[in-house]
């Protein structure tokens, strides 16, 4: 079973609608949660951190339930610049701190 | 600025070839991580180093190997016995709990 696990999608979305990718982890004893954004051939970059109590930032909200381990992102009012793919990413803390990366959710948003 | 370099951009290895990329930081963080993406794929653990002069396998190091001199640099070199090397190799440093990563621009390497 992977550590990690998200839709692949696509989610083909037009301008201005909200969008809700899920992400699931299998372990218990993971610590840190993120999404990334990944642009088509180039490197992740952070996105935000994702924090118990939930957080937002602009038009993103990320929500985390440990009870059921899943994390989501909300995204309202799509932009074309959204049109990225989303990469769960969880982080267990065992001797190192290692990241789990989910396959990623591939979004694209049309005009 | 502070960041990671990856060098090069493109590589293309011929079989049974020797090849090396490179990874630099200046953010003086003392983890860094390798990195490699399959399309359609997450990315998976090659190689890992906490401090200089220690690295540990990850969950497919078979095929590569590393070396942490200095804490700047953590080279990866891609050996003959990686039997499908072609991907997208990432370097990565650790920011801290509350960031992650921060990633290299990335090294696309293809066997030709």
């Known amino acids: 079973r992977k550590e990690v696990e998200q839709d692949p999608g696509p989610f083909n979305v037009p301008e201005g609608a909200t969008v809700a990718f899920n992400c699931t982890y299998s372990n218990s004893a993971s610590q840190s949660f993120f999404w990334y954004r990944q642009d088509c051939r180039k490197e992740p970059k952070l996105l935000m951190s994702v924090y118990s109590s939930g957080n937002e930032d602009g038009r993103f909200t990320a929500q985390l339930n440990r009870a059921s381990q899943y994390i989501s992102l909300l995204i309202r009012d799509s932009k074309l610049s959204d049109s990225a793919t989303y990469l769960c990413v969880v982080n267990i803390r065992d001797n190192f701190n290692k990241f789990y990366f989910g396959s990623g959710t591939k979004l694209n948003v049309k005009p | 600025d502070g960041g990671i370099t990856q060098s090069p951009k493109y590589l293309f290895r011929k079989e049974g070839q020797n090849v090396t990329l490179s990874c630099e930081q200046n953010l003086n963080h003392d983890a860094m991580y390798w990195y490699r993406q399959d399309p359609g794929q997450g990315l998976r653990l090659i190689y890992y180093?906490?401090?200089?002069?220690?690295?540990q396998k990850g969950d497919i190091a078979e095929g590569y190997s590393v070396s942490r001199e200095k804490k700047e640099s953590f080279p990866l070199t891609v050996t003959s016995a990686q039997k499908n090397p072609t991907a997208f190799y990432l370097c990565?440093?650790?920011?801290?709990?509350?960031?992650?990563?921060?990633f290299g621009s990335g090294t696309r390497l293809t066997v030709v």
């Open positions: 990565a440093s650790y920011r801290g709990p509350r960031y992650g990563y921060t």
């Open positions: 180093s906490q401090i200089v002069n220690d690295f």
